[in-house]
C-alpha cells in the first residue's frame, strides 16, 4: 500500500526543538518533489518547506533560519528539523509527495499528521 507516516510530534516549550520524520512506503521519496505543510486550529493549510524534483528547497518566510528539511533514501524518509520554536508554530504537521517538478503541489499523497504544540 502507498502510504505516508509523520512521527515526531509533541509538547515543547518556546524556545525548544522537534525533528519530524515522514516514513514513505510504497513508493520512493526520491522522484517525488516533497513538502511540509502545516495546519493551525482555525486556519488555512500553509506549506512550511518544499523540496523540488529538480532539488529547489524553499521555505514558508515565517520559518526561515529556523527550520531545515532534508532526506535519507535509505530510509526512503524526510525530515524537518524544527529551532526555536514559537506558540505561533502549533499546528498538526503533514508531509506529501507528488510527482510534479514545482512547488507547492497539491500532493499526490499525504500522511495523517502529527501534532506540533509549543507552550509553557
Known amino acids: 500500500q502507498v502510504q505516508l507516516v509523520e512521527s515526531g510530534g509533541g509538547l515543547v516549550q518556546p524556545g525548544g526543538s522537534l525533528r519530524l520524520s515522514c516514513a514513505a512506503s510504497?513508493?520512493?521519496?526520491?522522484?517525488?518533489?516533497i513538502c511540509w505543510f502545516r495546519q493551525a486550529p482555525g486556519k488555512e493549510r500553509e506549506g512550511v518547506s518544499c523540496i523540488s524534483r529538480l532539488d529547489y528547497r524553499l521555505y514558508t518566510d515565517s520559518v526561515k533560519g529556523r527550520c531545515a528539511t532534508s532526506t535519507d533514501n535509505a530510509k526512503n524518509t524526510v525530515y524537518l528539523q524544527m529551532n526555536s520554536l514559537k506558540p505561533e508554530d502549533t499546528a498538526v504537521y503533514y508531509c506529501?509527495?507528488?510527482?510534479?517538478?514545482?512547488?507547492?503541489?497539491?500532493?499526490?499523497?499525504w500522511g495523517q499528521g502529527t501534532q506540533v504544540i509549543v507552550s509553557s
Open positions: 506529501a509527495a507528488d510527482l510534479s517538478r514545482y512547488c507547492w503541489p497539491k500532493g499526490d499523497y
Open positions: 510504497g513508493f520512493s521519496l526520491d522522484s517525488h518533489t
